[in-house]
């Protein structure tokens, strides 16, 4: 029954600063930058049929340049006419002339002698008509290298270009006088066609500007992409082209855009609002800061492992399912052995939202998958029911098995979420199965694992009561209680006695009974400073109080809730076994002392005679501190009939809601009722009434007695022997 924020549970400051640091670390986790990126080089062979994740259009800069360099390589070069070249090959020519008429003129080679000279000369190249050269007279050489300068000079004043070589040298023969005899013209000629080369040069930088003014001519190459059309085919070479548009597209080195950093904002905060507003509506009272901070990080750490391991297995061409072999039930099955059950659930629906996130549009990731409805199926489905079913399967997880039977839960939900998928694949195979098998077993088995050791480490890092605990803290040889048995029996006793009716009505309203339980066995420890001062142990019939003001009374009796938490702290007691310490009678009144002394009209000061408080902060404390007021009361009536159980519970559940006890608690009326019907069953059944056993006949009693006797000499004789 709760009317007001709570002391010790999450009040809306709290639960708003989580929900922000929840939003900031998922805006981090989710973050649309990936430090793996795709790395491509023309060449290479496309392994998987790549296509636009969206419709989009671009300049070619690969096109562009490509058509700019094909118009630069389209204008020819710019000639311009050298007359060097004229001059240079003049004066070679005459430098052959020279040498033909030296060898010509010589007086010391004999005929023959002169034909192999030129043969040997540099230059010349007049196959068989060498003999003529040496045989014509000194006028018709005269003539014929007159005719030769004169040809190659008028030749050589004109352009000749690249290539036109062939054709002038067949013209040759027209130009030489009409006075040459044949084999003279024909000597000329030879002699010429050697020195006829191109005289248009090329002006490199009339070249270099007519070919970038056709280049900046080039309009740039605009290319457009539909989303879903295909960029490049799988066992296509991958060219340039193909790797520009894969970029543009956003799958190789994806940019940062403001929409996608939008997108992720908005995910994050309404994953962090949700989880937020969840503890806001239900404020479980055991989740404080440190629970909270293991919270934040096991969703957070979900999400970023989530984002760093999809893209090592999508694209799934192999379709082996591996993607969804990731363990992230091992999140919500942590919360539910450390936290709470209903919140686990709700961290795995809120991870499996994130998850398909993930995988179906932050660019970094669309970079590996392209999405389809069944993407978003599989991942809603496999993370979404898997981590649900580990959650409700491990509850709050108080032994080893129930982890291993969690991960079970998990194995087959996934696999049957898988399954489900595969009827709606069109491209499904028999084949399909055994890996997903395979992928459901490794999602199930490490997932239990990693949530029995994550429970392990981060409840002793958080300092968090871990179900262990409370089960060791439960035993009876627990030191601390041993004492309690040993020095305050009657408490003792009185605690297992609240410890069995807390326990049952917490079970019938979803209460954790085994910390109800705990919490009942060490509620009144600090009685054990003082024990005599309490009734229960009073044995020998002495009461102390007798001597003392009903005030000085009332403040030693308040004074084990004090005790008990310095007891508490110096056993190293849990957090939670301290609520129960300094809550179970909230801020109530020590009330056989207080009316004590308004009956011998003592000075009264309702401070001395209240609890410290604060009222019980949950259902737990609430049902103990229910528990140990029936008790009480039922033990102080001489009256323990069925009816009169029945009027005294219900006395005390109705004084308590009149003083206002419960209020701060999550008790509903309704729960409250359940919880007194349990109470009264319970008492009934300790209470009942028992048949009185008939006296034995005087012969068989005496018969008894001598027995007994005997057995008795017989004990004494056998431990004698053995001393």
Known sequence: MKTSSRIGAPGGLRTALFGVGLAGVLVLALFPLFPRVLELEAGDVASRTWQAPRSFSFESEVLTEKQREQAGQAVPDVLVFSDTVRTDQIAKLEKLISEVSAVRDSTELSRSQKVGALLETEGLFIPGYETVLVDMGPERWESVSR??????????????????????????AAKFSESLSADDALVAELMVRPFIVPNLVVDVEKTEAARMAAEQAVVPVRVSYTKGQTIVRSGETIDSTAIEALREAGLLSPRLEWTSVAAATIVAVVAGGTVALYLHAFSPAHVGPRRLLLLLLVIGVATLGAKVYFPLFLPDHDRHFLAFALPLAAAPMLVAAVLETRLAVTVAAVLAALVTFVIIYLPDISTAVVSTPLDSLRSLAVFGFGGAAGALALHRGERLNRYLFAGLAVAIVSLLML??????????????????????????????????????????????????????????????????????????????????????????????????????????????????????????????????????????????????????????????????????????RAVYFYRKAMENEEELDSARFSYPG???????VAIVMLADSVEAAIRASADRSPERIDALVDEVVAERLAEGQLDESDLTLREIKIVSESFKSTLRGVYHPRLEYPALPPKREKAARRLVFRSSRTDASSSGTHR
């Open 419 to 588: 399954l489900a998928a595969w009827f709606l694949d069109l491209n499904r195979e028999m084949w399909d199965l055994p890996w997903m098998g395979l992928t459901a077993a490794i999602n199930g088995s490490v997932s239990a694992v990693l949530a029995a050791g994550a429970f392990v480490t981060l409840s002793s890092l958080f300092g968090i009561t871990t179900r262990v605990q409370l089960m060791e803290l439960a035993q009876l040889n627990q030191p601390l209680l041993r004492q309690l048995q040993d020095e305050a029996p009657g408490t003792f006793h009185h605690s297992i006695i609240v410890g069995n009716l807390g326990e049952r009505a917490a079970d019938l309203i979803g209460a954790d009974s085994l910390l109800v339980r705990v919490g009942c066995y060490f509620h009144d420890v600090g009685k054990l400073r003082q024990p005599g001062y309490y009734i229960e142990n009073q044995l020998t019939g002495s009461n102390p109080h007798d001597g003392l003001s009903s005030a000085g009374s009332a403040e030693i009796v308040i004074r084990h809730v004090e005790d008990g938490l310095e007891l508490a702290r110096e056993h190293r007691l849990p957090s939670q076994v301290h609520d129960f310490i300094a809550q179970h009678h909230g801020t109530g």
């Open 147 to 172: 005719e030769v300068r004169r040809v190659l000079e008028e030749v050589l004043s004109e352009s000749v270009a690249r290539g036109e070589e062939s054709l002038i040298g067949e013209q040759l």
């Open 614 to 620: 604060p009222k019980p902060q949950s259902k737990e």
